[in-house]
């Protein structure tokens, strides 16, 4: 399954209703989620994503999301306001997926 990056922006906030994910994304966004809900995920996702992530991969995932709850925390308590250009810059454009 190959969705533009633009598809899958669009489509984040209903992610499990969207067909632009493939089986990791979609593996990868229920973690995600459910560690945010419950502070851990679930053993059937955690297993699930063990198919396709290695334990350091993993746990690269889990700092990722603590450091962008952290980030959060810390913006929505100072209020801080977002710069006009935010979210329109890819800086990740000409760059290209390691494997």
């Avoid at 913006?75 to 890819?90: Q, R, Y």
Wanted: with cysteine.
């Amino acid at each position: 399954m190959s969705a533009s990056r633009n598809e899958q922006i669009a489509a984040i906030e209903n992610w499990r209703d969207a067909n632009c994910f493939s089986e990791l994304q979609r593996l990868v966004l229920q973690f995600t989620d459910e560690v945010n809900a419950n502070v851990k995920a679930g053993r059937a996702t955690l297993e699930a994503l063990k198919q396709h992530l290695s334990p350091g991969e993993i746990i690269e995932l889990l700092i990722i999301i603590g450091h962008w709850r952290q980030t959060a925390s810390i913006l929505e308590t100072t209020e801080v306001e977002l710069e006009d250009f935010a979210g329109k810059v890819d800086i990740l454009e000409g760059m290209t997926a390691r494997r």
